[in-house]
């Protein structure tokens, strides 16, 4: 867990958090298949996830890395 817990937002991230098997359809008039991993990693801190997509959507190829956060109540 964070060591701080004076602002509790920042758990949501934690429930996501580890290593997914991705798959499903992307929706749309025609269903595009979906499948692949994706690894929630929380970052020093606890307020940031490095997300990391190795997915194929239908006959393409995504990797990608994203950072999802939570806004910290300390106000600097």
């Known amino acids: 867990m964070p060591n ?5 937002r920042h758990e949501r991230l934690w429930a996501i958090a580890g290593d997914w098997v991705t798959s ?3 929706v749309g008039d025609t269903p595009v298949p979906v499948s692949g991993s994706d690894v929630y990693e929380v970052l020093p ?5 490095a997300h990391h997509v190795d997915v194929r959507v239908g ?3 995504v990797r990608a890395i994203e ?3 939570e806004p910290s109540s300390r106000e600097g």
């Open 24 to 26: 499903g359809h992307v």
């Open 45 to 49: 801190g606890g307020y940031f996830l």
């Open 4 to 8: 701080d817990h004076s602002d509790r």
């Open 67 to 69: 950072i999802i956060g």
């Open 59 to 61: 006959s393409q190829e």
